[in-house]
């Protein structure tokens, strides 16, 4: 390495000649270092000597007879660090020869010593050499025992080689060095300040540093080293990178320290660290006054972690992590690298081999087939405030509650987030309901898989825009007083070898023991909900939805196959737990962890379950304990999947014997109130041959369309908030595909059946506009005393007659005429302190498409006895139909 251009500042090697010494001991040690460098000279360290330095050996031996003889500063000074070795060889060799004499003193014997261990110094000698003499002998026998023992010498560094041991040059070449940091970069060595790289495929590195400019020396295989005389290392330089054709100027990432606080990685250690994606992942950044970006990745087995990126050619040999201590994170500022690289870990397995993975916490992905992770910086303003302030000022389950169900990628395909949020706010709104339920939302390599095999769980789906896109659709919809739900998958993920699956190696996210990690149904794999870490990774997501993006409730999916061990697994395909039992305790602890935290951190926000079962105390707090022993899981509301199965079950059938399957329909009311429920027309109830809703219905096409809405009548009356796919809102006839989506050509006014469609769809316009106005529907959802049967035992008539009541008493009557009859003069016994009654919502009214038997006037209760009541009502009960009434 040849510096252009001199530092201002001296070689920290600047010394002066020793003092005299008259101990013994210091005579030794003295001529021990003459020996030193004769040896050197053996070696043939003199050949390098210039001819300024034999001059200058030559002034030193004329000036040695002063009694006052003193060293001069070394050939540091001069400029090159090349010289200065050069000059101290040669001092070397001339301490050797003349080492011994008649008149050498003490003086000059430890003087000497000084200055072979440090740069060449003029110290005096005689011209020549004494007989082979040890020279430790000869300085015995001139030195008095008795003379007072000056102060010793000070200690002088002598200078080493910059370059890298073999050891390390090892390690870094096969991407298993876990301190890259210590070896690579600046560091202080004897002789000045030693500056190592490592960057394959350069032609040449050179440092700068101020105005200095000094290229280091290629040791080949990429690495590149450099002595500099300097006295400390910079606090800034920077690397001129050259490769063929292009020139890199940037910082050196090896010079900064870890950009990870030791209160990060305790928490993470832990598994409490409740904000990890602001401490793993790609964290774009200023540190130390550099503006770059962190990379951090957690992989405890891996023997090594490197970077790899377009940034680096996707070569992540010269990009090194270190281990920061026992928590398993591997960590790297780079410098220069902002929003939108590129980017995956490469990992040294434990076996020696290599894998390229995905940031498990990239919070950008490319657009799938593609799987790179993104550096990803927000730059949304959120406009919401409103919302948020008052989404919490009314319990959910005490608050109307209607969820219109989407595939944002069918919804209108082909349009992206942002055009989403020019239509969806706008249609939602319109049909009066609530809240929206997006799926898919986290990143997941296979379309059909609707989101449900996630491979970035930090990641809005790329497939229609940005992160940030994502946010403005969000905004969009609280602007529109809409709440966003999404679903969440923690259940399980994918065994894409670039994702999750052994990430380091080794069973890491999921569990080690493969009856435990391997789902039976969808050839995935589970977590490890027992490991702490992993347990951290997926409560962390579920509060970075919720905090980031606004997200109002997670749906939390699969809920059943995470809380069985023997879950659609046959007698010795799974082991009981530490009881005995089959329930999942690590998945138990993990739901009640990840709801209290929710709960606790984000208020307004509800979690709900889609649990097949019967667990007991799904809703229930984590803190009060069941007749089983568990505390409650701690969601706010639960999918009702048994009404949902029976209530579809009944409808199926032909009128004529539903009489047979009345209970279907009434037993739901027997566990109504063991949880918060909602009452879920979902996706899966419209694919895979199960039909789409109308079409699950009996009958002809008037038929299966009066069926319909009066199911949807009877659905919204029924105690537990509501959910409803998208296309089920106009009587899609066609099964969902997420291929090509709803069939909106059924609402084109050139078709001619379009008054059927669209009549279904006014139909839950005015469901759901009745539905928020009246709290009886919604206020006592989860109180008993908020619900009355009239009739629940009709069925030779098919019909299902209930009193709703808000806080305040008020009622609301509903009643469902399932048969394909008129009942006229049917007498319902009701409350006698209603005066009269009218009809609020009539399914079978024309402007819906039916036959429109109504009952137009308001109806009047009569002093008789009904069905246990004081008074009673008579009214026209239209075919296949559902009416509600309300106190006139």
């Excluded at 590195?205 to 450099?226: C, I, P």
């Excluded at 409650?632 to 009702?640: D, E, Q, S, V």
């Excluded at 809703?693 to 009066?706: E, T, Y």
Aim: include cysteine.
């Amino acid at each position: 390495m040849t510096p252009r251009t001199t530092p201002s500042s001296g070689s920290e090697a600047e010394s002066t000649a020793a003092q005299p010494v008259e101990k013994t001991s210091v005579a030794k040690r003295a001529t021990t270092r003459a020996a030193e460098a004769a040896e050197a000279v053996k070696k043939g360290t003199a050949k390098k000597a210039t001819a300024k330095a034999a001059g200058q050996k030559k002034a030193a031996a004329k000036k040695a007879a002063g009694k006052k003889a003193e060293a001069k500063k070394p050939a540091a000074e001069k400029g090159t660090a090349k010289k200065a070795v050069a000059k101290k060889a040669v001092t070397k060799k001339a301490v050797a020869k003349k080492a011994v004499t008649k008149k050498a003193t003490a003086k000059t014997t430890a003087a000497k010593g000084t200055a072979a261990k440090s740069t060449p110094a003029k110290a005096a000698a005689p011209k020549k050499a004494a007989k082979k003499i040890p020279a430790q002998k000869a300085a015995q026998k001139k030195i008095p025992a008795q003379k007072a023992v000056p102060k010793p010498a000070e200690p002088v560094e002598v200078a080493v080689s910059p370059a890298l041991d073999a050891v390390d040059r090892d390690r870094l070449l096969t991407g298993t060095h876990h301190a890259p940091h210590s070896v690579l970069g600046a560091h202080p060595v004897p002789g000045g300040v030693a500056f190592r790289a490592f960057r394959p495929f350069a032609l040449s590195v050179t440092v700068v540093v101020g105005n200095l400019r000094a290229e280091l020396h290629d040791d080949g295989e990429g690495f590149f080293s450099g002595l500099l005389p300097l006295r400390e290392v910079p606090a800034g330089y920077r690397l001129l990178v050259a490769y063929e054709g292009s020139v890199q100027d940037t910082e050196d990432a090896y010079r900064f320290l870890p950009a990870l606080g030791e209160l990060d990685l305790h928490l993470i250690g832990e598994g409490r660290h409740e904000e990890l994606w602001r401490a793993l992942g790609a964290e774009p950044m200023t540190h130390q006054g550099v503006t770059g970006t962190r990379f951090t990745v957690w992989a405890p087995n891996a023997r090594g972690v490197s970077l790899a990126g377009t940034f680096n050619f996707w070569d992540g040999t010269g990009y090194p992590l270190r281990s920061l201590g026992g928590t398993g994170v591997w960590e790297l500022f780079v410098p220069g690298i902002g929003e939108g690289e590129l980017y995956k870990f490469e990992i040294t397995r434990p076996d020696g081999s290599k894998t390229l993975r995905a940031d498990p916490m990239a919070r950008r992905t490319e657009t799938p087939p593609n799987t790179s992770s993104i550096v990803y910086a927000s730059e949304h303003e959120w406009g919401d405030a409103a919302w948020l302030e008052r989404r919490g000022s009314v319990p959910t389950h005490e608050a109307p509650f209607s969820v219109y169900e989407v595939h944002l990628a069918s919804w209108r395909p082909g349009l992206t987030y942002r055009q989403l949020a020019e239509q969806l706010p706008a249609y939602v709104k319109d049909l009066g309901f609530t809240h929206v339920e997006l799926m898919p939302v986290a990143e997941h390599p296979f379309g059909g898989s609707w989101g449900y095999q996630v491979t970035g769980f930090y990641a809005p789906t790329a497939r229609l825009g940005t992160p940030d896109d994502f946010k403005y659709l969000v905004d969009a919809l609280h602007r529109a007083g809409i709440g966003v739900l999404m679903d969440w998958v923690p259940a399980h993920f994918p065994r894409d070898d670039w994702a999750l699956a052994e990430f380091d190696g080794r069973p890491l996210y999921e569990h080690e023991d493969p009856l435990r990690s391997a789902h039976p149904d969808w050839g995935t794999l589970e977590f490890d909900f027992g490991r702490r870490e992993v347990r951290n990774f997926l409560v962390a997501n579920a509060l970075y939805w919720c905090e980031e993006f606004h997200i109002d409730g997670l749906r939390v999916d699969a809920v059943a196959s995470m809380l069985y061990l023997d879950y659609s697994r046959e007698p010795g395909q799974w082991v009981p737990n530490e009881h005995g039992g089959r329930e999942n305790l690590d998945a138990v602890a993990f739901l009640q962890e990840m709801n209290a935290t929710v709960y606790r951190r984000v208020p307004g926000v509800v979690t709900i379950a889609e649990e097949s079962t019967a667990w007991d105390g799904v809703t229930r707090p984590t803190h009060v304990s069941g007749p089983g022993g568990f505390g409650g899981l701690g969601f706010g509301l639960k999918w009702n999947m048994g009404w949902m199965h029976d209530s579809l079950e009944y409808m199926a059938k032909e009128p004529v014997h539903r009489r047979y399957h009345h209970d279907e329909m009434t037993f739901s009311m027997v566990y109504a109130y063991s949880e918060n429920y909602v009452l879920p027309i979902s996706h899966d109830e419209v694919v895979h041959g199960k039909r789409s809703l109308v079409s699950k219905m009996p009958g002809d096409w008037w038929q299966q369309r009066a069926n319909h809405r009066a199911y949807l009548g009877f659905m919204w009356a029924h105690p537990g908030k509501q959910l409803l796919f998208m296309g089920q809102e106009f009587a899609q006839g066609a099964e969902w595909s997420e291929a090509h989506g709803p069939d909106w050509w059924l609402l084109d006014p050139a078709y001619g059946a379009e008054p059927d469609h669209r009549g279904v769809r006014d139909l839950i316009r005015d469901l759901n506009t009745v539905y928020r106005h009246t709290p009886a529907l919604w206020q006592r959802d989860t109180d008993p005393s908020g619900f009355q049967w009239v009739v629940g035992d009709a069925a030779d008539d098919n019909v299902f007659a209930f009193l709703r009541y808000d806080a305040e008493g008020v009622p609301l009557l509903a009643v469902s005429n399932m048969s394909p009859v008129v009942r006229d003069e049917y007498r319902l016994g009701v409350p006698d302190d209603v005066p009269a009654w009218h009809e609020a919502v009539n399914t079978d009214a024309a402007k819906y498409g039916g036959g429109d038997v109504t009952n137009p006037d308001p109806i009047k209760p009569e002093p008789q006895n009904w069905h246990g009541r004081p008074a009673s009502i008579r009214l026209t009960l239209p075919p296949l139909a559902t009416v509600w009434l309300r106190p006139a």
